[in-house]
């Protein structure tokens, strides 16, 4: 009874063995991972995607990479620029894993290093940059950060694919004095453009007047010149009239002397002068009436 029991826990162990090596010979890489593989504490291999066996006791795993590209943000480090201005920067690497064997055996923590090779290279160029450079030239940092960054890390197997600044914050005092700036620069736009409103305004104010000006003389001269020539046609047609009526002395004096009324109204002091032709016209007119020259009536 005693021997059968050992036997099946004998039993139970070895089979309990077969499915522990088996479950360890047995891998399983999920998409985008990949083993790196030792065998007898030496590299052996790296392995992909897929099923793969390997030895147990013999083989062992000596990392997981993940070889999708990924994100990593590093706190705010700070920075002296070139004019002495401490500036708090924040940077985000975006990186990659191509080779996992010189990833896992090149470098004990390529994060760290990253990090690391990232703060320094910061200062480096910053260094040399003064604020407003600093402030006004990310594409500029960011090329250079990267250019250093790939160039160290190619030989631990990652590439750097982008680096971007999220955050360049200087001393609280400059921001203050920036901003104070900035509202200075917005004021004086805001008053060249008041200024120039008012001077186009004005301007154009005075192109109008001018404009309305020369539109009136002008209307005033067409005026002149068409009374004129209505004047000139009137007095044609009144000579001409005369002329065809052949008009006697007589007439002349007559018409004369119904116009006199309407000369002589008005309050002005008024100055007549007769001409002698009108006076012979006025005798001849009394001599038709019977008037004589001496003022006596004809018998």
Do not use: C
């Not at 003064?130 to 500029?140: A, V």
């Not at 003389?217 to 068409?226: L, N, R, S």
Request: no cysteine.
């Amino acid at each position: 009874m005693e021997q059968s029991i050992v036997g099946t826990v004998i039993l139970a162990l070895v089979v309990l063995f077969v499915i522990v090596v088996i479950a360890r010979a047995i891998q399983v890489v999920p998409q985008s991972r990949a083993l790196v593989v030792e065998r007898l504490g030496k590299f052996h291999s790296v392995m992909f995607a897929g099923l793969h066996l390997v030895i147990p006791f013999v083989d062992r795993i000596a990392s997981r990479v993940d070889l999708r590209e990924q994100v990593t943000s590093f706190p705010p480090q700070p920075v002296i620029t070139a004019d002495n201005v401490v500036v708090s920067i924040d940077s985000v690497i975006y990186y990659q894993v191509n080779d996992p064997m010189h990833a896992t055996y090149e470098i004990a923590n390529f994060i760290q290093a990253i990090e690391q090779l990232t703060v320094t290279t910061l200062r480096n160029v910053i260094g040399s940059m003064d604020l407003e450079q600093t402030l006004t030239s990310r594409d500029q940092i960011n090329g250079q950060l990267r250019g250093v960054l790939d160039e160290a890390t190619g030989r631990w197997g990652i590439r750097v694919n982008r680096v971007e600044l999220k955050a360049i914050d200087p001393p609280p005092t400059i921001q203050q004095a920036m901003e104070q700036q900035l509202r200075a620069e917005r004021d004086k736009r805001a008053t060249i453009l008041t200024a120039e409103g008012v001077r186009q305004s004005q301007i154009l104010q005075a192109e109008g007047e001018k404009q309305s000006q020369i539109l009136r003389a002008e209307g005033a001269a067409q005026a002149a010149v068409t009374r004129a020539k209505g004047d000139a046609e009137a007095i044609e047609t009144v000579f001409t009239a005369i002329h065809e009526g052949d008009p006697t002395p007589d007439l002349l004096s007559y018409q004369y002397l119904q116009t006199l009324p309407q000369i002589a109204q008005g309050n002005a002091s008024k100055i007549w002068v007769v001409p002698t032709e009108l006076t012979a016209a006025l005798n001849s007119i009394s001599k038709g009436f019977g008037v004589g020259e001496d003022g006596g009536t004809k018998a």
